[in-house]
């Protein structure tokens, strides 16, 4: 038996910059004060709680990804040697200030 453990599998974090109102930034970070962790940490267990108890999201989401199989099994069966030449799913362009975003 190992007399130290493995750290916990980390999950893949990505960066997204949202606009939030004065109160409600105060509150994050009042209740990451008061878990004594991060302000990320709160919104991404907050956004988990309401991913899960949404069950009308849930569905939708699960239509979404299978019309998404879907589509792209549709297209590797109609598909010749194009993967060289393939364009992303989803673009962005850069907004006013030169950032490149989904979310303003």
Known sequence: ???????????RNATL???????LKY???R???FLET?????VSEALKLVFHKDAEFKEWLER???NS?????????GQTDQSAHSTPL????PNGNGNRGLFR
């Not at 910059?17 to 109160?23: A, G």
């Not at 991060?38 to 709160?42: E, H, I, P, R």
């Not at 199989?69 to 069966?77: F, G, L, R």
């Open 17 to 23: 910059q949202v606009r939030i109102d004065e109160d």
């Open 90 to 93: 989803l673009t962005t362009a």
């Open 31 to 33: 209740y990451a004060e």
């Open 38 to 42: 991060t302000g990320a940490y709160v």
């Open 64 to 66: 979404q990804e299978a």
């Open 1 to 11: 038996m190992p007399v130290l453990k493995a750290p916990a599998k980390q999950p």
């Open 69 to 77: 199989k879907e589509s792209e099994s549709d297209q590797n069966a």
């Open 27 to 29: 509150k994050v970070e």
